[in-house]
């Protein structure tokens, strides 16, 4: 609960009877208020910590009707309530208090892009309702993916459909938290189906073309007709086409025709995938 209370000396105006000038009822009232302590809690609290003039005992009430010796009223909403003290002489006086309550705390993700595939890197945000500087702590999950908690931005990449969360606790000790599922889709991958031996230009080259989830090819492997190995590399990286196959084979460039091809390429996460077809050569 928060500890700070607003102490409130409530004035009355002193009833006096002409003939004595001798006054009634209580005079004022000493208060110490302690407001919610977060959006929507029921925790504030109104606490009656002197009561000056009237005649004792003392008794209080926030509905005008049930009354007692606590000076306590804990457990209340944010909100406006009258309190009544009724001295020994049954007297009874009123004032207005009003418990507060603070903004509501709020946090939201958001990704840097609509569209994700596996393995390549976005960004995500958490956007609070709070300035970083009122939050006492940010804790993200899964943890694995979280090396740096305390921070509202990240870069990182994923290769399977996961579920993020981000929970925030402000200075008050209020909490919010959001849960984004974030879905992947699988890393674009293109071969061409025909080369030109012809064209000096990425059209002239065999290889492979990948998004970000790629870390390289682990072998490429182009086969003749008559299954004789044409050409092979192993361990290079995508969309260089100079460094595919140029349509040569043994310094020439083979008879035009379809030719058989076995690639093995790895994942940035590791996982090896082995992918086969043909490539047509043109002149």
Known sequence: MNKYFTPLLLPLILLCTAATGICNGVDSVRTLITPVQCFGMRNGVIHVDDVYGGL???YYSLDG???????TFDRLWAGNYTLSVRD???????WKITIKEPAALSV?????????????????????SAEREFLQTITWSPEELFIKQDTLRHWLSI?????????VTDQNGCVDSDILTVETGSTPLYFPNAINTGNSGDNGYFTLFAGEGVKQIASMQIYSRGGGLVFERNNFPPNAPGLGWNGRWDG????????????MVEFVDGKLK???????VVN
């Open 56 to 58: 004792e005992p003392y």
């Open 65 to 71: 009707e049930s009354f007692t010796t606590n000076p």
């Open 88 to 94: 020994g002489s049954g007297e009874i006086k009123e």
């Open 108 to 128: 939201k993700l958001e990704l840097s892009k609509d569209q994700i595939s596996a393995g390549e890197p976005f960004g995500i945000r958490a956007i609070t």
């Open 159 to 167: 290769f399977e459909t996961t579920q993020i969360s981000v929970q």
């Open 252 to 263: 020439r460039f083979v008879h035009p025709g379809v030719y058989p091809y076995l690639v």
């Open 274 to 280: 082995r992918f086969q077809g043909t490539v047509t």
